[in-house]
């Protein structure tokens, strides 16, 4: 049995855990309200975007033409060679954060491995990377630094290269894969094809309000090139900050689930503590009576 000195280490050991997972949840607290209003701007401007390429998209088929013939958006159902790129944290302590993630890229690689279609991997976070570099895994682009502190430049030269690669006819399909924000409790694989873009999912508006795309550019196609380009970009900027939110919203609930485990652990060694000190004493107790009756 412990002896009463090992039982007080342990108890101070875990109070010592517990403040750390307490600061922890607070700053994760902090970080996340801040990441959360950056998100909200972020989904906004997206939407906006979003609604212009569908504008453009649409103006191009009334003057005859077909938005689809453009390389941005032609569909190939049976592709040869697809880029994967993922985002995870460059931190752990986030609970399942970042191995849901890791577990929806590895799903994706199996599938088409299963289907004879070559897989190329970009990876943006430590947590992954060191992953898929551990099981041998090689990958095209990588990047640490980038998800804990999105700006849009990094985000934009590392997603141009890969987006290059698809113009070029070195990969046929870009696929995004990271862990959103729901709300403060929850988190949301998120898997995304960023090229060719898929038309569907873009919002079909049966009539445009007068906007500044009623005059018509000297090259549609070249418009809605440069415009798909820029919606990438923002796309990989958007998925960063959203995963940041996750992130932080994953960890303060790991920090919050682990504090309350210390302080459970704490009333559990506590209790163990007084058991054997109970258990002392009254051995004590025996042994005095012991020696005073033998003195008789």
């Known amino acids: 049995m412990a002896s009463l000195k090992d039982i007080q280490r342990k108890i101070k050991s875990v109070k010592n855990t517990q403040k750390t997972t307490r600061a922890m949840k607070l700053v994760s607290s ?7 209003e950056l998100a909200k701007r972020s989904r906004v401007y997206s939407a ?7 504008e453009i998209a649409q103006k191009i088929n009334d003057v005859g033409a077909d938005a689809s013939d453009n390389l941005f958006f032609r569909q190939n159902p049976n592709p040869k060679k697809v880029d994967i790129v993922f985002v995870t944290a460059d931190k752990g302590l986030c609970g399942g954060f970042n191995s849901q993630t890791i577990k929806r890229v590895n799903r994706l690689l199996k599938e088409f491995k299963e289907n004879g279609v070559a897989v190329r991997l970009s990876g943006v976070g430590r947590k992954g990377i060191d992953y898929f570099k551990f099981n041998q895994i090689s990958m ?3 990047i640490v630094g980038l998800s804990s502190s999105p700006n849009f430049e990094d985000a934009a030269s590392f ?3 890969i987006v290059n690669s698809y113009v070029s006819g070195e990969t046929d399909k870009i696929v995004l894969v990271h862990n959103g924000y729901v709300n403060m409790i929850s988190q ?3 898997e995304d094809q960023l090229l060719p873009v898929d038309v569907s999912r ?3 508006n049966a009539t445009h309000a007068k906007s500044e795309l009623d005059i018509e550019a000297e090259d549609e196609n070249a418009l809605l090139a440069a415009l798909t380009r820029k919606y990438i970009e923002f796309s990989m900027y958007y998925a960063l900050i ?16 682990a504090t309350t485990n210390a302080k459970e652990m704490v009333k559990t060694l506590s209790i163990k503590y007084n058991k054997v000190r109970q258990e002392a004493i009254t051995t004590e107790l025996i042994e005095i009576i012991s020696g005073v009756e033998s003195m008789k």
């Open 159 to 161: 997603i141009t290269e």
């Open 242 to 257: 959203d995963s940041l939110a996750a992130e932080h919203a994953a960890r303060m609930q790991a920090m919050d689930a």
């Open 202 to 204: 873009l919002p079909k």
């Open 140 to 142: 095209i682009n990588e």
């Open 188 to 190: 949301e694989i998120r």
């Open 30 to 36: 902090a970080k996340l309200k801040r990441t959360e």
């Open 48 to 54: 906006k975007l979003t609604e212009m390429m569908d």
